[in-house]
């Protein structure tokens, strides 16, 4: 994996079907060639180049936390030539990866602060990466509390189901999932995430915030994390600008002077303020 621009082969070991709509999907990937794992070192929050044969390439968020040892996961949402070619993809096929690439979440910053998750969609992904990361065993007496706030549009919309029934039984997180909408056999919160956040309050004191998802989503949640007291210094957001390089070398990504491949894809929302609203 010397030459960044040159994928590496993975196999797809196993697919899970995320949604009722089957529109998104979790590929668990494990490279051919064995020695290229000790070499893909990522943290949580940084993304990777995956490409099919004869399709072309395209950046994901990686889904899967560096503390599981083997696999490599993509959520994906199918929406064009390269998701479709994912999607009809079979275990035992072939894709190709180039990276880790980005920043990531600044894990060291985090370390001894109250962290509080906010996730829409499939944007839910890489903080599903950071979330495994905190509560694994080996990290979690580093991080205080860590409050987890995610929503889907509906329940079969929802992502991680199995992840989310487990995280709901453990006592070192709090964890609040809810849909825009119920259906005759959900039980759970309904309410969108700004309304639901500004309900549970969680207190900005000695924390960060951590938010990811659709457009709409973080412009109405970004007045409430103003407004519960957590300043724009620590209020982190990953964006998902049209990349090709994913290097900081082919300019498709900029916003002013930043690239949001290699400055990115996390920004605080101080750093972003400086910055022209390009994004
Ligand atoms: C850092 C980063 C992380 C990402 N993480 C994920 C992820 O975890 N899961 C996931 O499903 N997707 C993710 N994306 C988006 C993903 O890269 C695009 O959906 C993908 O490039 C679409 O490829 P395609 O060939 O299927 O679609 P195309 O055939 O290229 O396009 C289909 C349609 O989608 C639009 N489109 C393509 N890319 C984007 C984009 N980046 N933003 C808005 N509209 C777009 C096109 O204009 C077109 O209308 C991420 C993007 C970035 C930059
Ligand atoms: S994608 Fe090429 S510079 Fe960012």
Not at 237 to 250: A, N, Q, V, Y
Request: glycine fraction near 10%; charge should be neutral; aromatic fraction near 8%.
């Amino acid at each position: 994996m010397n030459n960044p621009y040159l994928p590496s082969p993975m196999r797809i070991e196993g697919i899970v079907t995320e949604t009722e709509d089957r529109n998104i999907k979790t590929f668990s990937l494990s490279f051919l060639d064995r020695g290229n794992e000790a070499v893909f070192k990522y943290i949580p929050g940084q993304f990777a180049e995956l490409s099919v044969l004869g399709k072309g390439e395209a950046p994901f968020g990686i889904a899967s936390s560096p503390t599981q040892k083997g696999i490599i996961e993509f959520t994906v949402n199918k929406i064009g030539l390269l998701t479709t070619a994912l999607h009809n993809m079979e275990p035992g096929e072939t894709v190709g990866i180039r990276g880790p690439l980005g920043n990531g979440y600044p894990l060291t910053t985090l370390q001894d602060k109250n962290v509080v998750i906010i996730g829409g969609g499939f944007g839910f992904s890489t903080l599903r990466a950071l979330t495994t990361f905190l509560l694994d065993k080996s990290n979690r007496n580093s991080f205080n509390n860590i409050t987890v706030i995610y929503g889907a549009r509906s329940p079969g919309l929802l992502l991680y189901k199995d992840e989310l029934r487990e995280w709901e039984k453990r006592a070192d997180l709090q964890l609040y999932v809810t849909v825009d909408k119920g259906d005759k056999d959900w039980e759970g919160r309904v309410g969108f995430i700004p309304a639901i956040t500004k309900e549970i309050a969680p207190r900005a004191d000695n924390a960060y915030v951590l938010v990811c998802g659709p457009p709409a989503m973080i412009r109405f949640t970004l007045p409430v994390i103003e407004e519960l007291g957590f300043p724009p210094e620590r209020t982190l957001l990953s964006l998902e600008m049209r990349m090709k390089c994913g290097l900081g070398k082919c300019g498709r990504c900029n916003i002013g002077s930043k690239y949001v491949c290699r400055d990115g894809p996390v920004f605080t929302l101080a750093e972003l303020n400086r910055l022209p609203r390009e994004y």
